[in-house]
């Protein structure tokens, strides 16, 4: 993500909002060491919807010596999840790190601009994973993985365009006609 965040902020001259998760151990150890009792920034959001009640609690520090390029901010985000059909209660926290400083990201930025990267998430890789199975793929050389998420893609666009809402059905509607239906979508006649 160093790589990534130098070439939005130098090269693109655009911004960045980064997620940092357990898997990345030391940047996450080091957003967590934060002086977090120190900050008086807070946002709270609460949704319902999928079967759950949300809170999120967002804190957020300036920072200056964080090891990490351009970075001028770390947000803190609770997620306090509620299942409504079984009562489980489940919390987790993640930090998010961006260039933009507290004039130009309030914490309510920080919030909706991570909301807006899960819609992304919802829309496009949980879409490809769970209707194609994506992430056990085994097209592993050369350009093939690339090449099979293109017309992956292409293939959601395309059904998007035609006004398909729910992709499974979409996808099982095409093997129905696996001769036709498919060459159809992409405007190809026998």
Excluded at 66 to 83: E, I, K, N, S, Y
Excluded at 89 to 98: H, K, L, S
Excluded at 127 to 145: A, K, N
């Amino acid at each position: 993500q160093t790589d990534t965040a130098r070439f939005l902020v130098e090269v693109k001259k655009a911004h960045y909002l980064l997620t940092v998760k357990r898997n990345q151990p030391t940047l996450y150890a080091r957003c967590r060491c934060l002086p977090w009792q120190q900050a008086t920034v807070k946002y709270y959001d609460r949704t319902e919807g999928h079967g759950r009640k949300e809170t999120r609690v967002v804190h957020v520090l300036s920072v200056s010596h964080l090891d990490f390029p351009h970075a001028r901010q770390v947000a803190r985000v609770t997620r306090h999840r509620t299942d409504k059909a079984t009562g489980k209660r489940t919390r987790e926290t993640v930090y998010v790190i961006t260039d933009l400083t507290a004039r130009q990201a309030k914490p309510q930025d920080i919030a909706l601009g991570l909301r807006g990267h899960w819609h992304i998430e919802n829309k496009i890789h949980y879409v490809r994973d769970t209707l194609w199975d994506e992430d056990r793929s085994q097209i592993r050389t050369g350009h093939g993985p690339e090449n099979m998420a293109t017309l992956r893609n292409t293939t959601l666009n395309r059904l998007r365009g035609r006004g398909a809402q729910n992709m499974t059905q979409a996808v099982r509607d095409l093997s129905y006609h696996p001769f036709t239906a498919p060459l159809a979508l992409f405007g190809i006649t026998a």
